[in-house]
């Protein structure tokens, strides 16, 4: 059951645009397999764009890593000119420094399963984000919305997103 302290609207790519003007829109983008996101981070540099991971699974792992990426216009019209086709990753609304929202990030990359096994949790996927999101509890929501005021996945059909929000 859904829970209803999750708000989903449809957001077209203008909204998001507008969020973008507010210097308040990141993005969880997914390189595996789009190989021009590594090229795209290091152009924006660190003050921009990072790796959800750290040490050496930075360098290990640059070319299928998550990636946070402080979304300007610039970026916003990269993302939909190259990567919108595919499942590239999801917006995040949210204030703050991009090193505090990579801490927050960084806590959810594994989950720990059956047998107390760790696994990849690839919730910046935007077929995985909703279902994910509307299967929490309370306490789920707010540990995973933390600082984050609300999330954008792509629709799979059509330039809409889906908005989800507490």
């Known amino acids: 059951m859904a829970n209803p302290r999750l708000q989903i609207d449809d957001t077209s790519q203008d909204e998001w645009r507008q969020i973008c003007g507010t210097g308040q829109l990141y993005a969880v983008v997914d390189s595996c397999d789009e190989p021009s996101v590594p090229k795209k981070v290091d152009q924006a540099g660190p003050a921009k764009a990072v790796s959800l991971y750290r040490g050496e699974a930075v360098e290990q792992?640059?070319?299928?890593?998550?990636?946070?990426m402080h979304v300007d216009p610039e970026i916003f019209d990269w993302i939909v000119s190259d990567l919108w086709a595919a499942p590239w990753g999801i917006f995040v609304y949210a204030e703050g420094p991009i090193e505090s929202l990579r801490t927050h990030?960084?806590?959810?990359?594994?989950?720990?399963?059956?047998?107390?096994?760790?696994?990849?949790?690839?919730?910046?996927?935007?077929?995985?984000?909703?279902?994910?999101?509307?299967?929490?509890?309370?306490?789920?929501?707010?540990?995973?919305?933390?600082?984050?005021?609300?999330?954008?996945a792509k629709k799979q059909q059509g330039v809409t997103c889906l908005r989800l929000r507490r």
Do not use: H, I, M, W
């Not at 792992?61 to 946070?68: I, M």
């Not at 077929?127 to 999330?151: H, I, M, Q, T, W």
């Open 61 to 68: 792992y640059s070319t299928v890593a998550p990636y946070l």
């Open 105 to 152: 990030f960084r806590r959810f990359l594994t989950v720990q399963g059956p047998q107390r096994k760790r696994y990849l949790f690839r919730f910046y996927d935007p077929s995985v984000l909703p279902s994910f999101l509307e299967s929490c509890n309370d306490k789920e929501l707010a540990d995973f919305f933390g600082p984050v005021r609300g999330y954008g």
